[in-house]
C-alpha cells in the first residue's frame, strides 16, 4: 500500500514554465517531507525538504508548499531549465525514533523542452 | 554536503555467482542505512533497514537469505546478493542517515546489477 500518492506520472513543460508536482499523504505521524531528483542510472538527490511547522519553503527556483489540513504538499520549478529535466520523487517519514524510513512516492519524469 | 559511496558501480554477474556492493559514509557515521531496489521507471523499494551491529531488519516480501546484509562499521554496509539469478538484475541503491542530525538522508549513486 503506497503511502505517499503523487501526480502527474510525466510532464512535459516549455523552457521558462512552472513544472508543478502534487503529493498526498494518509500517515498524519510523518513529520518530514522531501523532495528527491534524480538523473538517469543516478542515485537520488536530495532537492529541498519541508517539515509541518511552515507552509511554504522556497531554495532558488524550487518551491515546497505544504498544507497540513489537506494532508499534501507540492513542489514548483520556476522558470523550468533543460538541466531540469529528470525524474522527481516525494518522500515522507517520520524524523524521530528508529523508525525513520522513507515512504516515495511513484515518481514524476519532468521534460523541460527548450 | 555528506557523501555516501557505492561500490561497484555497475556489474555483471553470471547466474549463480554472489555479488557483494559497499556503500560507505566517507564523511559522517552512519549507525543506520537503508537499502533499496529500483526497477526501470519505477520508484525505491525499500528492501532492508541495516543498523550497525545488529541483524538487519528486511521489509515484507524481501529474502533474507537472499539478501545478505552486513552493517560491520559505523561507515560501511554491504548488499550481497546470493546465488544472483537474472530476476535479480536491477538497480541497487543504499542510503545513510548522519547520526549528527535527525532528518536528511543522503543516498548513493547506485549499482547497476546485470545477471546473464
Known amino acids: 500500500q503506497q503511502q505517499v500518492k503523487q501526480s502527474p506520472q510525466s510532464l512535459i513543460v516549455q523552457k521558462g514554465g512552472i513544472s508543478i508536482i502534487n503529493c498526498a499523504y494518509e500517515n498524519t505521524a510523518f513529520d518530514y517531507f522531501p523532495w528527491y531528483q534524480q538523473f538517469p542510472g543516478k542515485g537520488p538527490a536530495l532537492l529541498i525538504a519541508?517539515?509541518?511547522?511552515?507552509s511554504e519553503k522556497k531554495e532558488g527556483r524550487f518551491t515546497i508548499s505544504f498544507n497540513k489540513s489537506a494532508k499534501q504538499f507540492s513542489l514548483h520549478i520556476m522558470d523550468s531549465q533543460p538541466g531540469d529535466s529528470a525524474t522527481y520523487f516525494c518522500?515522507?517519514?517520520?524524523?524521530?525514533?528508529?523508525?525513520?524510513?522513507?515512504?516515495f512516492g511513484a515518481g514524476t519524469t519532468v521534460t523541460v523542452r527548450a | 554536503g555528506a557523501v555516501v559511496s557505492q561500490h561497484p558501480s555497475r556489474v555483471i554477474c553470471k547466474s549463480g555467482t554472489s555479488v557483494k556492493i559497499e556503500c560507505r559514509s566517507l564523511?559522517?557515521?552512519?549507525?543506520?542505512m537503508f537499502w533499496y531496489r529500483q526497477f526501470p521507471k519505477q520508484s525505491l523499494m525499500l528492501m532492508a533497514t541495516?543498523?550497525?551491529?545488529?541483524?538487519?531488519?528486511?521489509e515484507q516480501g524481501v529474502e533474507k537469505d537472499k539478501f545478505l546484509i552486513n552493517h560491520a562499521s559505523l561507515t560501511l554496509s554491504t548488499l550481497t546478493v546470493t546465488s544472483a539469478h537474472p530476476e535479480d538484475s536491477s538497480f541497487y541503491i543504499c542510503?545513510?542517515?548522519?547520526?549528527?542530525?535527525?532528518?536528511?538522508?543522503?543516498f548513493g549513486e547506485g549499482s547497476r546489477l546485470t545477471v546473464l
Open positions: 564523511d559522517f557515521q552512519a549507525t543506520t
Open positions: 541495516s543498523n550497525e551491529g545488529s541483524k538487519a531488519t528486511y
Open positions: 542510503s545513510a542517515r548522519d547520526d549528527r542530525y535527525t532528518g536528511e538522508l543522503f
Open positions: 518522500a515522507a517519514s517520520r524524523s524521530l525514533g528508529n523508525d525513520y524510513k522513507l515512504s
Open positions: 519541508i517539515r509541518p511547522d511552515v
